[in-house]
């Protein structure tokens, strides 16, 4: 009997393990805040402030090293074109996404203001929690700032986000990849105590 309940422990383990080998992060936020200019500074490591105009979806796929040494994939979405374009596009993958980054620039209001409305979509497409970063993007705009760093983290605090100013112009890729990571870990944490959740019941009801 014994036998019989650790090989079904581990049979879950594997199960579950196996569900969850590529996590999905999307990049959203208004449009003119530098979001394809984030994700390409991500991918190529430079800033390009000539980027062309689509319509659609580009991806780009991560490896990130977690504490426990194992290497995990994730796949950064990037929707490009008009900001109901890009609504419709982002909805539809609004349920199979595991973290959100929610950009918004520094010296827009509007920008700012619009970060209620995600929220709201993120609300009526997803039904579980999950980790977001709140970028407050063009630091380096300093004297045209509109929003402050207060009002940034303020905001990220009342959600439960994270919260990070940066200038995806001036900033090293470093500094760009090491947000990503840090909602990476984050999602691949709470993924994990999900796992060992969902083992743990299907252990005890045997």
Known sequence: MKNKKSNTQKNLSEKYTSQKNKYKILILGHNYVGLTAFFHKLK???FDPCLPYRLGIETY???VKMEDNRKVPFKIYDTKGQEKEREIITRVLFKE?????LIYSIDNKESFDD????LRMLKEDI??????FLIGNKRDLEEERIIT??????????HGFMFSECSV????WDEIKSIVEKLAKTI???????TRLKILNKYLSF
Do not use: H
Request: with cysteine; hydrophobic share 30%.
């Open 97 to 101: 996404t595991d973290g959100v980054i």
């Open 149 to 158: 760093f207060e009002q940034g983290a303020k905001f990220a605090e009342k």
């Open 115 to 118: 970060l209620e409305n995600w």
């Open 44 to 46: 190529t490591g430079k």
């Open 169 to 172: 112009r001036c900033d090293s």
């Open 188 to 194: 691949y944490e709470k993924n994990n105590i999900q």
């Open 127 to 132: 039904k579980t929690e999950i980790p977001i």
């Open 61 to 63: 796929e991560m490896i």
